[in-house]
């Protein structure tokens, strides 16, 4: 039992813990905190398989930009958790949906054991690991030589989600309207 | 000793989280937390392989994922909002317009 295994068995239970009290809670802020929780311990786990650079990253912009979000969504509609969310569903139901749920993980789970990967390749914050793997400079060559043109066409889906984000939450506005009945009046005094 | 198949396990553990809680979730902002939280799960599979297989594509393949997400939850809070302004609820059982 070294002090990897330790921190491991520690951030997967946090993770674990953080992600199923994100999908039981009532309050959608008290969700959120878990959710980051969850992906803090996640971030450890990241950097325990030699990927420095993108637990680095999975914290700043993922607790630190999309989850902020969420935030702000839920302060802008105001939510406090006692929005009425309807009568629970029956209990068949509810059994099917964990019954489902279970059946998923299980399946999963059958085929990496039935795979047998080898537990033998070292994993931690010390062992394993050529001296860059995962650096800053190793994930820069790979994103801007072999998958540049992946990562510019991302720049594109972004700036599609921009314009789209911005339409679909856009208010009907008065602009529209008042020019809307500009347009009649002009239209009125012309015929009339 | 642990290895690559146990941070597998917890992969398919959070994923399956994320698959209950959109079956589970009348909250339609914990729903888009859950898929979320799918996305998340594959990402940590694919480092786990990425560092099985001691070659770092899998950490470029991480980034876009992120970008996919961040994509996806700036436009699913956006058609929230507008929902929400039409129907005063965030229930997705409320969302009925389309079913019948």
Do not use: C
Not at chain 1, 119 to 140: C, D, L, M, R, Y
Request: net charge negative; hydrophobic share 60%.
């Amino acid at each position: 039992m070294n002090l990897d295994s330790v921190i491991f068995i520690i951030s997967a239970a946090v993770t674990l813990f953080g992600a199923v009290m994100m999908i039981m809670q009532r309050n959608p802020v008290a969700s959120v905190l878990y959710f980051i929780l969850s992906l803090v311990a996640q971030a450890v786990l990241y950097v325990q398989l030699g990927a420095l650079f993108v637990g680095a990253v999975l914290i700043i912009v993922y607790s630190g930009a999309i989850l902020v979000l969420f935030l702000f969504v839920i302060m802008l509609l105001n939510l406090r958790g006692d929005e009425d969310l309807g009568a629970p569903s029956s209990p068949v139901s509810q059994l099917t949906k964990y019954v489902v749920s279970i059946g998923i993980i299980a399946e999963f789970a059958f085929v990496i054991w039935s795979t047998g990967f080898s537990s033998s390749i070292p994993t931690g914050i010390i062992a394993g690991a050529s001296e860059n793997f995962g650096s800053t400079e190793q994930v820069a060559r790979l994103l801007f030589g072999r998958y540049l043109y992946p990562f510019e066409l991302t720049s594109i889906l972004l700036l599609a989600a921009i314009v789209g984000a911005v339409v679909i939450a856009r208010k009907e506005n008065g602009d529209e309207i008042e020019s809307k009945a500009a347009a009649k009046t002009a239209a009125d005094e012309v015929t009339g | 000793m642990f290895g690559i198949t146990h941070f597998l396990f917890i992969a398919v553990l959070l994923f399956g989280v994320g698959v209950t809680g959109v079956l589970i979730s009348r909250n339609i902002i914990v729903l888009l937390m859950s898929v979320e939280l799918m996305l998340n799960a594959a990402n940590l599979a694919i480092i786990a392989f990425s560092r099985a297989l001691n070659v770092m594509d899998g950490h470029a393949f991480v980034f876009l994922v992120l970008t996919v997400a961040a994509a996806e939850a700036a436009v699913g809070l956006a058609m929230v909002i507008t929902i929400f302004n039409n129907r005063r609820s965030i229930n997705i059982d409320k969302y009925s317009l389309l079913k019948w």
